[in-house]
């Protein structure tokens, strides 16, 4: 069964340094990767999704993350944290053959520093 | 991507009653999905609502606690019934986007539940 596993639930960073959140995944087969962000009291938005095109995926408010197979990874990055960045972020997975459920890491919950 | 309301947005309730959440969509979708966000925690899937079928639900849900309906393409309801405290969670719907058979999942605002 897919699995998909969000190093450190909580990441603090200053406000203006890098972020970097990370997410690994069991499956032997490549399946499509999603980062999701959820603001205080708000529903899940789509941050960004990789679908076996380019491993580079650039997403919104200037997040972005690579797929590495070797690694079985999607870590999602951001040059420069803001203070709007604060919330919790997810990391999911599904397989492209047929099957639509989705598994979630268990979040990571970012705090920006002032 | 799809334009998904809920209502209600939250709610309390009283042990033992039960609560209906709706699921609006801006366009006609195939799959929609419930799913269930304890506190802290991340979110889990309870069942996947395909017009014109049974709900299909996961391993620790069931029908009986969790009656789902799914009248059209734009439209779910997911009941939470027999409520306990336990039940308290946010309850999310997803729908999935069609295209080029790469579907992505769009979530709804969300319905935050407490069960007193």
């Known amino acids: 069964a897919q699995s998909v596993t969000q190093l450190g639930s909580h990441v603090s960073v200053s406000e203006g340094a890098l972020v970097l959140l990370r997410c690994n995944y069991s499956?032997?087969?490549?399946?499509?990767l999603f980062w999701y962000v959820q603001y205080p009291n708000q529903g899940l938005q789509l941050l960004l999704k990789y679908t076996s095109a380019a491993t580079l995926v650039k997403g919104i408010n200037g997040f972005e993350a690579e797929f590495k197979k070797s690694e079985t990874s999607f870590h999602l990055t951001k040059p420069s944290a803001h203070m709007s960045d604060a919330a919790e972020y997810f990391c999911?997975?599904?397989?492209?053959?047929?099957?639509?459920?989705?598994?979630f890491g268990t979040g990571t919950r970012l705090t920006i520093i002032p | 991507s799809a334009v998904i309301s809920q209502k209600p947005s939250r709610d309390i309730c009283q042990r033992g009653t039960s609560l209906t959440i709706q699921c609006q969509v801006d366009s006609q979708v195939t799959m929609m999905f419930w799913y269930r966000q304890q506190p802290g925690q991340s979110l889990t899937l309870i069942a996947t609502?395909?017009?014109?079928?049974?709900?299909?639900?996961e391993s620790g849900f069931v029908i009986d606690k969790f009656p789902i309906s799914r009248p059209n393409l734009t439209f779910s309801t997911l009941t939470v019934s027999n409520m306990s405290p336990e039940d308290s969670s946010i309850y999310l719907c997803?729908?999935?986007?069609?295209?080029?058979?790469?579907?992505?999942?769009?979530f709804g605002p969300g319905t935050r539940l407490l069960v007193l």
């Open positions: 999911a997975a599904k397989t492209n053959f047929g099957n639509e459920k989705l598994t």
């Open positions: 609502a395909n017009q014109g079928s049974e709900a299909t639900y």
């Open positions: 499956s032997s087969v490549p399946p499509y």
């Open positions: 997803s729908v999935g986007a069609l295209g080029t058979g790469q579907e992505t999942q769009y």
